[in-house]
């Protein structure tokens, strides 16, 4: 019975690794339309789908950090169950970018209304196009640093640079950045001015800034 449970443990978790690094093995809809290959375990509508990937393509190769020739793979989990299960030890509450894969997994995608949110059905929610475009930004830093360095270093240059990208946080004014509380949003808001200011004060780009030793008390 022990060895039973041990061998039933090891093949869950080897199942479990082959997913994390190959998520296409789940996702097998697939939807191109330029730099995007979007992924997904239902048929999409491609004109649905179409105008939003083009909303955040606008904003994504205008990135100092594109590449002619960059691809992103977009999943859809259906579930926010799914969402944790394919990007575990991540943060974020609308779009994670996977370090293993540089998927770029969206938990509450609607293509036809062009709006994300953290749950299906969630009253609140962000645009779509730029979610997608915070997610882009994460993986073109992964793929800008060392693994090492991505792994460790503090979220607050990305996170201010995925707000700056995708136009977020319009909502806001500087005072609440100053709050000792808040919502991630908020964060996202506060990471943002903190990093405008440094590049400002600075003259550097996000570019120069990755390969800097700058710290968050600094900034």
């Given amino acids: ?24 093995m789940y996702f097998r809809k697939q939807l191109n339309y330029r730099e995007f290959t979007v992924h997904s375990r239902v048929q999409m509508n491609s004109a649905e789908v ?14 100092e950090l594109f590449k002619e020739g960059m691809r992103f ?13 394919f990007t575990p030890l991540q943060k974020g509450d609308y779009v ?6 540089g998927g770029i997994f969206i938990a509450a995608a609607d ?23 915070v997610g882009a930004a994460w993986e073109m830093t992964r793929r800008k640093i060392r693994p090492l360095t991505y792994m460790f270093m503090h979220e607050w240059k990305v ?21 000792a509380a808040g919502t991630p949003e908020q964060q996202d808001y506060r990471y943002r001015l903190m990093l405008e200011t440094v590049l400002k004060e600075d003259q550097v780009f996000y570019n120069d800034l990755l390969n800097k030793n700058f710290s968050y008390q600094s900034a």
Avoid at 1 to 24: E, G, H, Q, W
Avoid at 113 to 133: F, H, N, Q
């Fill in 50 to 63: 179409e105008g939003t990937l083009e909303s955040a393509r606008e904003r994504i190769v205008a990135s």
């Fill in 1 to 24: 019975m022990k060895n039973t449970i041990i061998f039933l443990l090891v093949m869950s978790a080897a199942v479990y690794s082959v997913l994390l690094a190959k998520p296409d």
């Fill in 159 to 179: 996170r201010g640079y995925a707000a700056m990208l995708a136009g977020l946080n319009g909502e806001f004014s500087p005072s609440d950045a100053c709050a």
């Fill in 96 to 101: 994670r970018a996977s370090a293993l894969n």
């Fill in 111 to 133: 293509f036809k209304a062009g709006e994300a949110r953290k749950v299906p059905g969630d009253a609140k929610y962000r645009s779509l196009s730029s979610i997608i475009t």
């Fill in 73 to 85: 793979d977009l999943y859809l989990p259906s579930s926010r169950g799914q969402f944790a299960f």
